[in-house]
C-alpha cells in the first residue's frame, strides 16, 4: 500500500510539474491578435484537466501522503487563471463565466482559508487569489461577490501584517485602497437598480426603431471585429491593469445575457477547424453554472485588445497586428483616452457652469490661440496639409523626461486608415485629430473627438482621478453621466424616477435611429456601420453627448465643452434640432434640474 501511495504522489507531482511547464508558456502571451499560440493553450487545458481528473480519483492516497488543501485550491486557480486569459483574448462571455466558477468554487470551498498555515508563500498566493477573482467579479458586475472578497482581502492583509512582521505589505494595502476607490467611483456599487454598462437587447432595442434599422441597407456594410481600448492618464481609478475608462468602454461594447437561455457548450469549433472542449473542466469541479451568467443566443463579442499605460511604440505594434488580421468588410474600434501635451495638462481642467464668466474668460486666456486653431479651417500649404499640421498636438503617453518617445501625434495614426477606423479620442487634445478627416489613405475614418475640458455643475465632479472622463462616461452610462453632470444625486429610492428618465431617454434614441435610418444626407462613414448595434449605440449616445453640453456650457465657450464628429451627422439631429432639444428639456424638467441649461424653443 505504501509503494502504490508513491507512485499516485510520484505521478501527481509528475503532473503538476508538467502542467507548470505548460502554462508558463502561455501566460505571457500579448492578448491581441488572432492567432496567438492557440494550439499551446489547447495543450496547457488538457494538462491541468488530466491534473485536476487525478487529484479528484487519488484524494484519498493524496491527502494521505500530504496533499495540502491550498494545493487544490492552487490547480483549481491556475484553471481559472487559464480561462481569464482566453477570455482577454477572445472577449468571449464563457470563458469569463468559467473563470468566475472555478475562483467562486476556490472561495466557497475554503481551499486556502481552512489550512491555517503560517506558510509565507501560501499566504502570497492566497493574496494573487482574492485580486484575481476581484478582477474576473468586476468585469462579471458580480457586486456582491466583489464586497464579500474586498473584505477578506482587507482581513487577510491585516492578519499578514500581525503574524510576518518582517515581510513589507504595502503593494497589498495599495491593493486594497485601489479596489476600495474603483467601487467608489464605480456607479453600480452605488446604484443596483441601474441599467447594465453593456448592451442589452431588452433596454437597448428599442421596438420603435427595430423595422427601420432591420430594413436599413447602406452601400456599404461594415461588421465590427476587433477594439483597441487605451486609458492613459496620472493617478487615475484603476484596479490592477484596468482603468475605469478601459472598464466601461469593455462592457459598453460587449452583450449582456438576457439571463434565461444558459446552455453549456461542451464544444466549439475554431476557426481552424478544430474542435476544442474547453467546459470539462468546470464540470469536474462540479459546479452548476448561474442560469443568467452567459446567452447562448447570441451573437459574439467584438474582440477587445485592452492595453494598460502602452509605450506609443507598443500601441503602434498592436494597432497593426490588429490591421493587418482584420477579416475583409470590417472595421476597428480604436477608443484613446489620455492627456494631452504638458502645457494642457497644467492648465485648469473644469469651468463651473455657476461660476464667474470673467473668471472664466481669464482662465481660458492661455487657450485662445489653440482654440482658434482648432475651429478654424487647418491651414494649408498650396493646398496641402503641412508636416506641422499632424505633428503639432499629440496625446502624451508617459512619465515627465521621456520627451517626443511618449507623444502620439495624429499623424500616427494616418498609416492605419487604409482599414476603417472608428475612432474615439477623449482627451484635452481631442481635436488635434481633426486633421485625420480627409488625410486618409484609403479608408475614411469616423470620428468622434471630446471636448477639450469637461462641464459640471459642481467642479469638484470633474477630477478624472476620481471619476473618470465625463465623454467616456456619456458614451458608457448616458443617464448617469447626465446626473453627475447636473448634481443630481442617484440612488436606489429613487428607482422610479431612475425609470421614467431612462424611458425618456429609451424615446428619444428611438426616435434619432428613424432619423438616422431614414436621412438621405448621412454620410456612408456612419452609413456603413450603423447596422452595427454597438457603434449605433455609440453614435446615438454622442448626438445625446453633443446636445447635452451645448447646451449645458455658456454659449460663447461651446468649441471648449462640445464634442466633435467627422464627417458631420446630419443637421437633422444637431444640438439645434427641435427632436433633440425637447428630449434633452423634457429629462432635465423631469430630474427638476432644467435651470441649469438653455435651451433655444423648448
Known amino acids: 500500500m505504501a509503494e502504490e501511495g508513491d507512485v499516485v504522489s510520484k505521478t501527481f507531482r509528475a503532473l503538476v510539474e508538467s502542467a507548470d511547464r505548460k502554462f508558463a508558456r502561455v501566460r505571457d502571451f500579448p492578448s491581441y491578435g488572432r492567432a496567438q ?140 485602497q485601489e479596489i476600495v476607490r474603483f467601487m467608489n467611483a464605480d456607479t453600480t456599487f452605488a446604484i443596483a437598480s441601474a441599467r447594465p454598462f453593456r448592451y442589452s437587447a431588452i433596454f437597448d432595442c428599442h421596438p420603435n426603431s427595430v423595422q427601420y434599422v432591420a430594413r436599413f441597407h447602406a452601400k456599404k456594410v461594415l461588421k465590427f471585429r476587433d477594439a483597441i481600448l487605451m486609458s492613459y492618464h496620472r493617478n487615475e481609478v484603476k484596479f490592477a491593469e484596468l482603468t475605469l475608462d478601459a472598464y466601461r468602454m469593455l462592457q459598453c461594447l460587449e452583450w449582456e445575457s438576457s439571463g434565461s437561455f444558459y446552455q453549456k457548450h461542451q464544444a466549439e469549433t475554431k476557426e481552424n477547424g478544430v474542435v476544442v472542449d474547453y467546459s470539462g473542466t468546470s464540470g469536474l469541479i462540479d459546479m452548476k453554472l448561474v442560469a443568467d451568467m452567459t446567452d447562448p443566443t447570441l451573437p459574439p463579442n467584438p474582440r477587445k485588445a485592452i492595453l494598460y499605460r502602452p509605450s506609443v511604440t507598443h500601441l503602434i505594434a498592436v494597432m497593426a497586428t490588429i490591421c493587418e488580421e482584420l477579416p475583409p468588410e470590417s472595421v476597428i474600434l480604436v477608443y484613446l483616452s489620455a492627456s494631452g501635451k504638458p502645457s494642457h495638462i497644467n492648465a485648469s481642467p473644469v469651468e463651473s457652469s455657476g461660476g464667474s464668466k470673467r473668471t472664466t474668460k481669464n482662465k481660458l486666456t492661455s487657450h485662445n490661440s489653440l482654440e482658434q486653431n482648432f475651429s478654424s479651417p487647418e491651414p494649408h500649404i498650396n493646398g496641402k496639409k503641412g508636416f506641422s499640421d499632424y505633428n503639432d498636438d499629440y496625446l502624451w503617453l508617459g512619465s515627465k523626461g521621456n520627451g517626443g518617445s511618449s507623444n502620439l501625434y495624429p499623424g500616427d495614426i494616418i498609416p492605419f486608415t487604409r482599414r476603417p477606423l472608428f475612432l474615439v479620442i477623449d482627451s484635452d487634445s481631442s481635436h488635434a485629430f481633426k486633421v485625420l478627416h480627409g488625410a486618409e489613405r484609403g479608408e475614411k475614418a469616423a470620428l468622434l473627438l471630446s471636448p477639450f475640458r469637461p462641464m459640471f455643475k459642481d467642479p469638484f465632479s470633474a477630477d478624472i482621478t476620481q471619476n473618470g472622463s465625463q465623454f467616456t462616461f456619456f458614451l458608457t452610462a448616458p443617464l448617469q453621466a447626465f446626473c453627475q453632470m447636473t448634481g443630481f444625486a442617484l440612488s436606489d429610492s429613487d428607482i422610479e424616477v431612475l425609470k421614467n428618465a431612462e424611458n425618456i431617454l429609451s424615446t428619444a434614441f428611438s426616435k434619432w435611429e428613424v432619423i438616422l435610418c431614414k436621412s438621405l444626407s448621412l454620410d456612408l462613414v456612419w452609413a456603413q456601420v450603423l447596422s452595427d448595434p454597438f457603434l449605433r449605440r455609440l453614435i446615438i449616445r454622442f448626438i445625446f453627448c453633443r446636445a447635452v453640453l451645448s447646451a449645458f456650457c455658456p454659449p460663447e465657450e461651446s468649441e471648449q465643452y462640445v464634442p466633435v464628429c467627422l464627417p458631420q451627422l446630419p443637421n437633422s439631429l444637431s444640438p439645434k434640432a427641435e427632436v433633440v432639444q425637447s428630449s434633452v428639456s423634457q429629462l432635465a424638467n423631469h430630474l427638476n434640474v432644467a435651470d441649469g441649461f438653455h435651451f433655444d424653443n423648448t
Open 37 to 176: 499560440g492557440q494550439h499551446y493553450f489547447q495543450k496547457v487545458f488538457k494538462a491541468y484537466m488530466r491534473l485536476w481528473k487525478y487529484q479528484q480519483e487519488h484524494r484519498t492516497e493524496l491527502v494521505k501522503a500530504g496533499l495540502n488543501r491550498w494545493e487544490i485550491g492552487e490547480i483549481a486557480g491556475r484553471i481559472g487563471q487559464l480561462y481569464f486569459g482566453q477570455y482577454t483574448r477572445t472577449s468571449e462571455a464563457r470563458f469569463l463565466v468559467e473563470a468566475y466558477v472555478f475562483y467562486e468554487a476556490i472561495l466557497k470551498r475554503r481551499y486556502f482559508e481552512g489550512c491555517k498555515v503560517k506558510d509565507l508563500g501560501v499566504r502570497f498566493k492566497e493574496l494573487r487569489f482574492y485580486a484575481r477573482f476581484l478582477l474576473v467579479s468586476l468585469i462579471l458586475n458580480r457586486t456582491q461577490a466583489v464586497k464579500v472578497v474586498v473584505e477578506k482581502l482587507k482581513a487577510l492583509v491585516d492578519d499578514c501584517n500581525a503574524n510576518f512582521r518582517e515581510t513589507n505589505f504595502k503593494e497589498w494595502k495599495l491593493v486594497v
